[in-house]
């Protein structure tokens, strides 16, 4: 069942559209997460739903219910933004409750009660009394989880919840959440401008550019199939040329390159994932330009003789020197036919 539709909802700022004509839904239970570069709309979108921006067309519905009039307050919706936002002047236990005070819940032992099972939620059991002054990053983040979830809102938004924290924490915490909001049942939506946090917490991504939808789906599909050149260097794929496509090739500047069976044919754009460029006897010719130990692998960056620059990967053992010559081919099951622009 679907808790959250917007229909053609646009925002203008003077001649600008900001958010331009999206129409979503995100169904209940479910966390959909916006991706996007800066400028793209997504922060705008999470404040419409909100209500903190108004609209200039469109609708919001919340369980069907249109949130034209309805304030910020009575939206049954959970915030949680990136600065987390919390009261330097009260307790954890008093930033808590904040929430539940905003909907005029009850105190005494049940008030009580709701603040410490919070917290025991979100891992940090009897933390009540410290000041939020003497929390890390990632305590104070779920603190303010703690307070978004406080009121149990109809839906949970988190605006980029993690971007201030270190690499490691982020990593922990986004698996963390998962596990929290598929316990809860909590519907989520969520902006971040990092797509392996995006991928790791949603159900469904949606990519925006320029105040539209470039493409939604799950992380996998989004990941094996991006819908455009955008897409595809938004999620950090460099190895996209022009290319003619017939009879299950394709004419490229670099080469004829294999392309999966089905594939759609005529003027198009080719992506080709770093693992399918794969190091041969005889091939392509190019020039080792760097490489950068992965963990797992180790990257490649190579001048072709002929065509734009090529990342690949290769196993840690045997990997070529900088300046060392290389001959790659190209793996069908790891090229994408995208549409020309």
């Known amino acids: 069942m679907t808790l959250l539709e917007l229909a053609g909802v646009t925002v203008r700022?003077?001649?600008?559209?900001?958010?331009?004509?999206?129409?979503?839904?995100?169904?209940?239970?479910?966390?959909?997460?916006?991706?996007?570069?800066?400028?793209?709309?997504?922060?705008?979108?999470?404040?419409?739903?909100?209500?903190?921006?108004?609209?200039?067309?469109?609708?919001?519905?919340?369980?069907?219910?249109?949130?034209?009039?309805?304030?910020?307050?009575?939206?049954?919706?959970?915030l949680m933004f990136q600065d987390h936002q919390l009261f330097p002047h009260r307790d954890v236990a008093g930033n808590v409750a904040f929430g539940l005070r905003m909907r005029g819940s009850a105190r005494g032992a049940a008030y009580g009660d709701r603040v410490a099972g919070l917290l025991e939620l979100v891992g940090l059991p009897g933390a009540q009394r410290r000041s939020v002054s003497s929390l890390s990053g990632g305590e104070q983040q779920r603190v303010a989880l703690a307070r978004a979830l406080a009121p149990s809102p109809r839906l949970l938004m988190l605006d980029e919840p993690l971007g201030q924290l270190d690499r490691g924490l982020r990593e922990r915490l986004v698996v963390e959440l998962r596990e929290l909001f598929s316990r809860l049942g909590t519907t989520v939506l969520a902006v971040t401008h990092d797509q392996?946090?995006?991928?790791?917490?949603?159900?469904?991504?949606?990519?925006?550019?320029?105040?539209?939808?470039?493409?939604?789906?799950?992380?996998?599909e989004v990941w094996q199939r991006p819908a455009s050149e955008f897409v595809a260097r938004f999620l950090g794929f460099e190895n996209v040329v022009p290319a003619t496509v017939s009879g299950g090739a394709a004419v490229t500047a670099w080469g004829k390159v294999p392309v999966p069976a089905g594939a759609p044919e005529g003027e198009r754009r080719l992506l080709i994932r770093p693992a399918g460029v794969v190091l041969v006897g005889d091939g392509l010719h190019c020039e080792v330009l760097s490489r950068t130990f992965r963990g797992t692998h180790v990257a490649l960056r190579l001048r072709p003789e002929a065509g734009p620059e090529l990342e690949a990967e290769c196993g840690l053992d045997g990997a070529p020197a900088v300046g060392e010559r290389v001959a790659v081919s190209f793996t069908p099951s790891e090229v994408v036919v995208l549409p020309a622009p």
């Open 13 to 78: 700022f003077g001649e600008r559209a900001v958010v331009d004509s999206v129409d979503l839904r995100v169904a209940e239970h479910e966390t959909v997460c916006v991706l996007g570069p800066s400028g793209s709309g997504k922060s705008t979108l999470l404040r419409v739903v909100a209500g903190l921006q108004p609209l200039s067309s469109g609708r919001v519905l919340l369980g069907g219910a249109d949130q034209e009039r309805v304030p910020v307050h009575r939206r049954g919706v959970g």
């Open 196 to 220: 392996g946090e995006a991928f790791a917490l949603a159900d469904r991504v949606v990519v925006m550019r320029n105040g539209r939808i470039a493409q939604a789906g799950t992380p996998l």
